[in-house]
């Protein structure tokens, strides 16, 4: 036999009213309602006008017929999302905080224009480049046209020129394909790990 069923159940302990913390927790909410609100109103909208100022800053300065500028967009968000994800919006793995931070490092890089160390070993080599702009030739549209010359001071005759033109050839080629690798691995990074950026 199941003695249990037979048992009566014990009172509970009353205490005051004002000693159960739920009704001053009760209390206190339906005070700072209000407030709560109009505090978490205005802390979003204050939010929305920086962001929105940090982007007017950036988009000042940017121009939309640069492919150049695409590069610099993205990496202006990614160091957005690297502070927003440092800053506890979410927990992430390790290896995509990792790739966010070279991402970001290749988009400075991209930014910063640093792609002319073969450049500046033919300037080196050939001295400094100075531009002279000619006027000749007959006007085009009734205007002069000016041509541009190039002079280094390592240049001396036809041919040097020569020799200087195709070596500047392929120092350009070279910074370029660099520059364009560095490129493939920062659009690379993106595509591989973008999922894995969010809170």
């Known amino acids: 036999?199941?003695?249990?069923?037979?048992?009566?159940?014990?009172?509970?302990?009353?205490?005051?009213?004002?000693?159960?913390?739920?009704?001053?927790?009760?209390?206190?909410?339906?005070?700072?309602?209000?407030?709560?609100?109009?505090?978490?109103?205005?802390?979003?909208?204050?939010?929305?006008?920086?962001?929105?100022?940090?982007?007017?800053?950036?988009?000042?300065?940017?121009?939309?017929?640069?492919?150049?500028?695409?590069?610099h967009l993205i990496t202006f968000k990614l160091k957005?999302?690297?502070?927003?994800?440092?800053?506890?919006?979410?927990?992430?793995?390790?290896?995509?905080?990792?790739?966010l931070q070279l991402a970001i490092r290749l988009g400075d890089k991209l930014e910063s224009h640093a792609y002319h160390w073969f450049l500046d070993r033919h300037d080196a080599k050939w001295g400094a480049a100075h531009l002279n702009f000619v006027d000749g030739g007959e006007p085009f549209n009734g205007k002069n046209l000016r041509s541009m010359e190039i002079e280094r001071s390592g240049v001396i005759d036809a041919e040097t020129k020569a020799q200087e033109r195709d070596e500047f050839r392929a120092a350009y080629e070279a910074d370029d394909a660099i520059r364009l690798r560095d490129a493939r691995l920062f659009f690379r990074i993106i595509e591989k790990y973008y999922p894995g950026w969010w809170d």
């Open 1 to 71: 036999m199941d003695l249990t069923v037979l048992s009566k159940p014990l009172r509970p302990f009353r205490r005051s009213r004002f000693d159960d913390e739920t009704i001053w927790t009760k209390l206190w909410d339906g005070v700072c309602w209000a407030p709560s609100k109009v505090y978490y109103f205005c802390r979003k909208y204050a939010q929305r006008l920086k962001r929105s100022w940090a982007y007017a800053k950036f988009g000042w300065e940017n121009y939309d017929f640069d492919g150049e500028y695409l590069t």
């Open 80 to 99: 957005r999302m690297q502070k927003a994800l440092q800053g506890g919006c979410s927990v992430q793995d390790d290896k995509y905080m990792q790739a």
